[in-house]
Structures are given as C-alpha cells and as structure tokens.
C-alpha cells in the first residue's frame, strides 16, 4: 500500500476519471481526491501546468510519481499495488488482449462517443446521425468481441471492462439504444453486478446522469 494517499485530481462527471477511482476501489485503494474543475480553468494555473504540461484530468500524484492519461493510471495502480495480477494479467497474451481492448476504446469506441456527444454537450449542436452510426459500428465490434466471452478480453474482469463500462453507463443514462446488441446488455448488467460494491453507482452512475443532465439542458 502507498505510503500517503494517492492524490487524485479529477471531475465527478469525467469518464477517464470515473474509471480511475473504480479501479483503485476494486484495488481497496484510498484516494484522496482534489477536485479540479477544468470548467472554471483550475487545469490551467501555473501549478497545475507544472505538474501537468497537457493539463488533463485526471491526473495522479503517488507520492511524488506523476502520471496522467486514466488507462496508463488504472494499469499502473494494478501494477503496483494489486494484491493479485486477475485485473491486468502478466501474462503477455492475456495483457495484450487486455491492452487492445483498452486501445479500442481509446481510438474508436470512446472517440466516437466524444465525436457524437460533445458536439451537443458543449456546443450545443444537433444530434448527428452520421456520426451516430460510426458510433453503433463500434458497438457491434464491441458486441463481436463479447461472443462466447463473459468479460470483454476473456473470462475474467479486467480494467479493460472497467474502461468500458464507464462508456456504456454514458451512452445508457443518455437514452442510448443498445439493446440489439445482445452480447453487450448481458455483458453490462454482469459487468455492474460485479463492479456494485466497489461504488458503481455512486461513482459511475451519479458520474453520467450529471452528464445527462447537462445534455438535457442543452
């Protein structure tokens, strides 16, 4: 365990920063989170840039060791603190699997769901139904890599789901259609069972309907 609490600077409704804190609840990591609200500019004093040049959230402080970039943290944490390696495997195939999945939601699913969403979140454009079916593509890829799997990289839950999850509960407080893709309502009701006591809800959920709740405004 840590020697001090990691410090964890985050935003409530952020996804990455969701992932995060699930993770280190999985882990039974304690957080000590400093809220940043990029919305006010508090990613962009001169401390924060120190810290941070790319001024994201979120972004993690162990004791001196800075990293940012959520995937890179939810690793890392498992790396160093995980009292078993079932999250993030050592194996080199299993973790491969798990990696391209991570990668996948980095560059397509989650991407897409930014391309289709913050248009309309932040500036409040109208629903784009070309860039809604790049995105339902991307859940079909996601639905073929749950075939004959319980967890998205194998039979186990890894960060991989915990990534995704969190873009599943965005799309799902939203009023997203994703029922036809059969692989992926069964895998996210096993996915939230499995992740309720490690504060699902109170992270996850109450994260996306603050999102919603905007989107609706809008």
Not at 163 to 182: L, Q, R
Request: aromatic letters at 12%.
């Amino acid at each position: 365990m840590p020697v001090q609490p990691i410090k964890l600077y985050y935003l409530p409704p952020s996804p990455p920063c969701r992932a995060v804190m699930m993770t280190a609840r999985v882990l039974e990591l304690d957080l000590h989170l400093i809220t940043t609200n990029i919305m006010n500019g508090e990613h962009m004093t001169p401390e924060y840039l120190k810290m941070n040049p790319q001024h994201t959230i979120p972004t993690m402080d162990d004791n001196g060791f800075i990293l940012w970039e959520s995937r890179a943290i939810q690793t890392y944490l498992v790396n160093a603190y995980g009292k078993d390696d079932s999250l993030y495997p050592k194996n080199p195939r299993q973790r491969a699997i798990i990696d391209q999945r991570l990668n996948f939601d980095l560059g397509t699913l989650y991407l897409r769901y930014l391309n289709l969403y913050t248009p309309i979140l932040f500036r409040g454009e109208a629903y784009d139904q070309e860039k809604a079916d790049k995105f339902d593509e991307a859940l079909g890829w996601l639905n073929t890599f749950l075939d004959g799997r319980p967890f998205v990289a194998g039979e186990n839950m890894t960060v991989a789901d915990i990534t995704i999850v969190v873009t599943i509960t965005n799309i799902d407080a939203f009023g997203y259609d994703f029922s036809s893709h059969e692989n992926i309502a069964k895998w996210f009701e096993r996915t939230k069972k499995m992740l309720e006591p490690y504060g699902y809800d109170e992270i996850d959920v109450t994260g996306a309907k603050m999102l919603a709740s905007f989107l609706k405004k809008e």
